[in-house]
C-alpha cells in the first residue's frame, strides 16, 4: 500500500487543528470534523444529547464562550482565548469576584512540570475550575484584594454529539475497525497525532482501489463517543474482526505498541510482523483495561481485539495531558513514521490470505516457469546467503511449501522470517503463474 502523504501536508494541519477547542461535544468537534473531511469524505453524525446509550447519556452540549481571571486593576491574569486548557472542561458558568483563598481549591496546577497548564475535565458532575501554570498561580496568590472570576458558559440540553464515520467497503464482508477519539482540546500528540494518522490511513486506503477487507473509520470523543457508536451499531460491530486505537503517535519517543486483550491475535500478530519487517523493536505495553477506547470495544458485549501503536504513549510522558503537548513536541515527520507503521499493519491485515497449491505432489518445476534461476550451481553454493537474504527464491519455496490452504501469508511470514510484502509480491507471481490460488473463501478467521 503506498502512501502520498508528505510530512508538511500532516504540518499544515496540525496548525490548522491545534487552536480548535475540542470536548465531548461542541462547535469545535464540528470544526475539526469538517476540516478532516479536505482529507476524507467524512460522514459526520450527530447523536442527540439526553438519549440514552447503554449504560450512560449523551451529554449537553457545553458552549464556551470566554473565562479568565482578572487581577484588581482589570487585566486578564488567566485568558481562556490565550490557551482552551485553562478552563477545566464541561466547567459551568461562573461570574463572581472572590479573594484567592477562595479560589485556590479551584486552581488545578503541576507542582512537577511548572511551566506546564495541566488538562483536567469534570464532564459527568456539574463542577467548574480553572488550570493554570505554576507561575500564574503564584501571582495570582500575591494578591490580597478580591479578583474577577469568569467562565461564560453554557449547556445545550437540546444539543448534540458528534462524530465522523467512513466506511471503506471491501471485496469481502471481514471487516476491521480503525477508531480515534476527537475530544481533547489544543494538545498534539493526546490526540491531533492519532486524528491525523487516522484521517491519512483512511485516504491511503482509498486511493489504493477497493481493499479486500472492509475498513470502518470512526472519530469519536473518547468513551461516550465510543459507547454511543456502538449502541448505534450494535449488530454490525459485533461483527468486527478487529482494530486499532489510534492514539499518540507524534511524539520524539521510540514507537511502542499496546497489545489487544488477547495479546496474540491477529491484530497483534500483523503488528509484531509490520515492526518486524521494518527491524525496528518496540516498546511493548501488555494489555491492561485502562488507557483509551479498546475498554469499550473489547468489553464483554463485544470482544474487539483492538491494539495501538504510540509513539510517546498516553501517560508515559512528561508532556501528557499538559499545554507542553504542543507543536513543538509533535511534527508531521513523526506522524508520518507512525502512519508508515500504521500503514504497514492494515496491508497486513487486508492481503492476509490463505493459498492452496495447484500441483502440491512434489514441487512444481519453477525453471520451466522462469521462476528459477537457470544457473543450477549458483543456486547450491548461494544457498546460505540466500536464506538469510530474504531472497525471492526463497519466499517462492516457503509459500509454495506452505501452499496447503491452512496456512495465511502471515503465518507463512512468521515460519520463513521473510518479509511480510516480499511474500506479498511473490504470491502474486505464483497466481499469475497458475502455481497457488488464492482462498478468498478462507481468508483468515
Ligand atoms: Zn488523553
Redesign the pocket.
Known amino acids: 500500500m503506498n502512501t502520498n502523504t508528505h510530512a508538511n501536508e500532516i504540518d499544515a494541519f496540525l496548525r490548522q487543528l491545534f487552536p480548535i477547542p475540542r470536548s465531548l461535544t461542541g462547535d469545535g468537534n464540528r470544526d475539526t470534523l469538517r476540516i478532516l473531511q479536505e482529507i476524507i469524505p467524512l460522514e459526520i453524525i450527530e447523536y442527540p444529547s439526553g438519549t440514552p446509550v447503554y449504560d450512560w447519556t449523551i451529554p449537553d452540549e457545553w458552549i464556551i464562550h470566554d473565562a479568565y481571571i482578572k487581577k484588581p486593576n482589570g487585566e486578564r491574569v488567566i485568558d481562556y482565548s490565550e490557551c482552551n486548557l485553562h478552563a477545566v472542561g464541561y466547567s459551568m458558568p461562573i461570574n463572581k469576584t472572590m479573594v484567592f483563598d477562595d479560589l485556590a481549591p479551584r486552581l488545578h496546577m503541576l507542582e512537577s512540570n511548572p511551566e506546564a497548564i495541566p488538562y483536567r475535565t469534570t464532564y459527568y458532575s456539574r463542577d467548574w475550575g480553572f488550570c493554570v501554570t505554576k507561575k500564574q498561580y503564584e501571582e495570582l496568590e500575591s494578591f490580597s484584594d478580591p479578583l474577577e472570576v469568569c467562565i461564560d458558559s453554557e449547556f445545550d440540553t437540546n444539543g448534540a454529539m458528534v462524530i465522523g464515520e467512513l466506511q471503506i467497503p471491501g471485496e469481502t464482508d471481514k471487516e476491521f475497525l480503525v477508531s480515534t477519539y476527537v475530544c481533547?482540546p489544543s494538545m498534539a500528540n493526546?490526540?491531533l497525532s492519532g486524528i491525523l494518522t487516522a484521517a491519512f490511513l483512511a485516504r491511503d486506503l482509498l486511493q489504493n482501489g477497493t481493499p479486500r477487507c472492509s475498513w470502518r473509520f470512526i472519530f469519536v470523543p473518547?468513551t461516550i463517543g465510543a459507547i454511543a457508536y456502538l449502541y448505534h451499531n450494535e449488530t454490525e460491530m459485533k461483527g468486527i474482526r478487529g482494530g486499532l486505537v489510534v492514539t499518540t503517535c507524534g511524539g520524539r519517543g521510540p514507537l511502542g505498541f499496546k497489545e489487544s486483550y488477547l495479546g496474540n491475535d491477529l491484530i497483534d500478530r500483523a503488528i509484531r510482523q509490520a515492526f518486524k519487517d521494518r527491524s525496528i523493536e518496540p516498546i511493548c505495553y501488555p494489555f491492561a483495561p485502562d488507557g483509551s477506547d479498546e475498554r469499550q470495544y473489547s468489553s464483554p458485549g463485544f470482544r474487539i481485539p483492538m491494539a495501538s501503536i504510540t509513539r510517546d504513549k498516553?501517560y508515559e510522558y512528561s508532556q501528557y495531558?499538559t499545554s507542553l503537548d504542543n507543536l513543538e513536541f509533535v511534527t508531521g515527520k513523526q506522524i508520518k513514521e507512525s502512519l508508515n507503521m500504521y500503514r504497514d499493519v492494515v496491508n497486513i491485515l487486508d492481503q492476509n490470505l490463505f493459498y492452496c497449491s495447484t500441483t502440491p505432489y512434489g514441487e512444481p518445476q519453477l525453471g520451466k516457469r522462469n521462476l528459477y534461476p537457470s544457473t543450477g550451481g549458483a543456486i547450491n553454493q548461494q544457498g546460505a546467503a540466500v536464506s538469510t537474504n530474504h531472497g525471492e527464491l526463497d519466499a517462492i519455496t516457503w509459500l509454495l511449501f506452505l501452499a496447503d490452504g491452512e496456512h495465511d501469508l502471515l503465518a507463512i511470514s512468521e515460519r520463513s522470517g521473510l518479509r511480510f510484502s516480499v511474500l506479498q509480491q511473490v504470491a502474486g507471481r505464483l497466481v499469475e503463474a497458475g502455481l497457488v490460488e488464492s482462498v478468498s473463501a478462507r481468508l483468515t478467521v
Open positions: 481533547h493526546d490526540n473518547e498516553y495531558h
